[in-house]
């Protein structure tokens, strides 16, 4: 089944991007998810407040690199920080690699929950939380805020169950038109959907 952007799925297998979506993920996400650049933008701007001399920053779930090389671009002057991606998916790490060739940003290819964290200034989460195990995300949290510094700061982007089934119904809707908007068919939408559901 076609999602969009040159990514396919076989019929009834579930969301993984492992599935060649790596040279696509970037136009993909950003058809899919409203404001996705303007969301890197922000935490771009959040991130002048806490990345200083000497400071070690993560993005967890960093995918093709493209937010932690934002960070890096806005920030790279400044002596002796760390710009950390941490990315399970073997083909994103190697995508991110490619687009930060010449940067002075590591890449860790491994999932969070196993991921030694040093003490840190800033750890950016964006659509990541979704995409670990219910059962780990405590554990996640208490990682970070464990090793953050106490003038650091944790920014998660994350999609959103509301309790309220109208004000759902409403996001939905909404989310399914700007979706269609953006180019994909209703097939396309709906298979995501269900791959995503497993």
């Not at 806005?74 to 010449?102: C, L, T």
């Not at 994909?184 to 939408?189: A, C, G, L, T, W």
């Amino acid at each position: 089944m076609k999602l969009g952007n040159e990514i396919a799925l076989e019929s009834g297998k579930q969301w993984t991007f492992d599935n060649n979506v790596a040279p696509y993920f970037d136009s993909h996400v950003q058809q899919s998810v409203p404001v996705y650049l303007e969301g890197h933008e922000l935490i771009c701007f959040i991130s002048d407040f806490f990345v200083r001399d000497n400071a070690i920053i993560y993005e967890v779930g960093s995918s093709t690199g493209a937010l932690i090389n934002k960070i890096f671009d806005r920030h790279h002057m400044k002596n002796n920080v760390r710009f950390i991606g941490i990315e399970p998916v073997k083909s994103m790490v190697e995508q991110a690699k490619k687009q930060s060739k010449g940067k002075h940003i590591e890449y860790i290819n491994e999932c969070i929950e196993v991921v030694e964290l040093e003490p840190c200034n800033l750890i950016v989460s964006y659509y990541c939380v979704q995409f670990i195990e219910m059962g780990n995300r405590e554990y996640i949290f208490h990682k970070f805020y464990e090793k953050l510094q106490p003038d650091g700061a944790l920014i998660i982007f994350e999609k959103e169950i509301i309790n309220d089934s109208k004000i759902n119904e409403i996001v939905e809707s909404c989310y399914l038109k700007f979706k269609l908007k953006q180019g994909f068919s209703i097939d396309e939408v709906l298979s995501k959907k269900f791959s995503l559901e497993g």
